[in-house]
């Protein structure tokens, strides 16, 4: 396996990041080393267990055949209800050539069956123990509250709005750390109902998709809880905070039901923020294009992103020929949805951006930390503990910066690591 220059550049990025989060910190002379270190090691034993280990790799990279099956059982229920507009097949033997996938009606509705199965393997105890699990290891090694270490284990597999439900008796009375670093891991990672989707703009063009991009949530979830540490350092001796909660459904008709729901909701509000995202997009495009030209090229908001960003992205192991791009792709991430940063990246061709570096910013971009998210949370979390509402705000900005440093480490963790060692057999 080969390792240069860019990797032990990413290692400096690690550092680099930390540096930037103890600079913002609201107590710098309470840096915590160790459990820093401590992350950081979490993230690469993380990857290396899940991408080193022959029998767990190859179980992660045949695991693409659940997108496919969860794509066609949702093709099902999506032709029966909306017809050939649900089924992109049968749209194209009545048009004329190939028809193009309809987002709302054949794409978005993997996230409905996604969050009604999720629900329900939560309510068997599959994911719910899956979940308990990680947040041991959080709670041994990181020294987190049990109701802390719970939320910032579901936000692997949940979204950042439902996994506070898990612990919404216990926020009252968390500290203003532990709030901050279940804002961040919310942040930080992405939920497993839209994970689905953006494996699938990414099948074609990179290697295991649904691999890498369940990975960059899980190893990202060590890297937020220290950097929201770094920034906001706890104060409270951890027996003193709340304990381990124990959500539960009350029948599997319900936790089916109530899944379902949720996923409605969470399909609409993506369509809405992708018609304003791309709207605004849109927009603030052609303004820089009546802006005499630089390059040779037009202005756009990507190519200025992509020069704010090039820096972070370089120092996180990208070569700087293609840092203005995957740094472009982070600034969009951050200014307007992931969702546009995923369909983007999608978008590159294949033979247009190095294979580690399409992985180094899928890492990267993984997470909901941007401008949008900051009222979906605030919102979400006013409504489960209104009582905290001064809290939520006074931390959201923050929360947004944290979120953003977190998931750059966790592009930082693979760029350090030979490439070969996550693209393997393309499955």
Request: net charge neutral; glycine share 10%; charged share 10%.
């Amino acid at each position: 396996m080969e390792w240069g220059w860019d990797n032990a550049r990413a290692l400096l990025g690690i550092a680099l990041i930390f540096a930037i989060g103890w600079g913002l910190s609201e107590k710098r002379s309470q840096f915590p080393v160790r459990l820093v270190l401590g992350a950081v090691v979490m993230q690469f034993a993380f990857a290396l267990v899940l991408f080193g280990i022959p029998f767990v790799r190859n179980l992660l990279f045949k695991a693409n055949f659940i997108v496919e099956a969860l794509q066609e059982a949702t093709r099902n229920g999506t032709s029966f209800v909306f017809g050939y507009v649900g089924d992109n097949q049968a749209a194209s033997e009545i048009m004329t050539g190939d028809a193009p996938p309809l987002f709302f009606f054949q794409i978005l509705p993997v996230v409905i069956v996604v969050a009604a199965l999720s629900a329900i393997l939560w309510h068997w105890h599959i994911l719910r123990w899956v979940t308990k699990g990680f947040a041991f290891i959080f709670r041994k090694l990181m020294g987190l509250g049990g109701a802390t270490s719970l939320a910032v284990s579901a936000n692997v597999f949940m979204g950042m709005t439902e996994a506070p439900v898990l612990v919404k008796p216990y926020i009252k009375g968390m500290t203003r750390s532990e709030i901050f670093i279940l804002m961040t891991a919310g942040f930080a990672t992405i939920a497993g109902s839209v994970l689905v989707i953006y494996t699938t703009f990414l099948d074609g063009v990179m290697a295991n998709p649904l691999a890498q991009l369940l990975t960059a949530s899980i190893i990202a979830a060590p890297a937020a809880v220290a950097m929201a540490l770094v920034m906001v350092p706890e104060t409270v001796d951890s027996s003193a905070r709340a304990h381990e909660p124990d959500f539960k459904y009350n029948s599997t008709m319900d936790a089916f039901a109530t899944g379902a729901a949720d996923g409605l909701q969470i399909v609409l509000n993506i369509a809405t923020m992708l018609i304003a995202a791309l709207a605004l997009l849109w927009l603030v495009n052609a303004g820089l294009g009546a802006l005499p030209a630089v390059g040779g090229e037009p202005l756009s908001i990507q190519r200025v992103l992509g020069w704010v960003f090039s820096p972070l992205m370089y120092m996180i192991g990208v070569p700087w020929s293609e840092a203005p791009l995957s740094g472009s792709l982070m600034g969009i991430k951050t200014v307007l949805t992931e969702f546009v940063a995923f369909i983007e990246l999608g978008n590159v061709p294949a033979d247009a951006m190095d294979p580690r570096t399409r992985i180094i910013t899928a890492h990267a971009i993984c997470g909901f930390a941007n401008f949008g998210s900051i009222g979906i949370l605030i919102g979400g979390l006013n409504i489960i503990c209104p009582e905290r509402r001064s809290t939520f705000l006074e931390l959201s900005w923050k929360t947004l910066i944290a979120g953003t440093l977190a998931t750059c480490l966790s592009g930082a963790v693979v760029g350090a690591l030979p490439v070969q060692l996550f693209i393997g057999a393309a499955g």
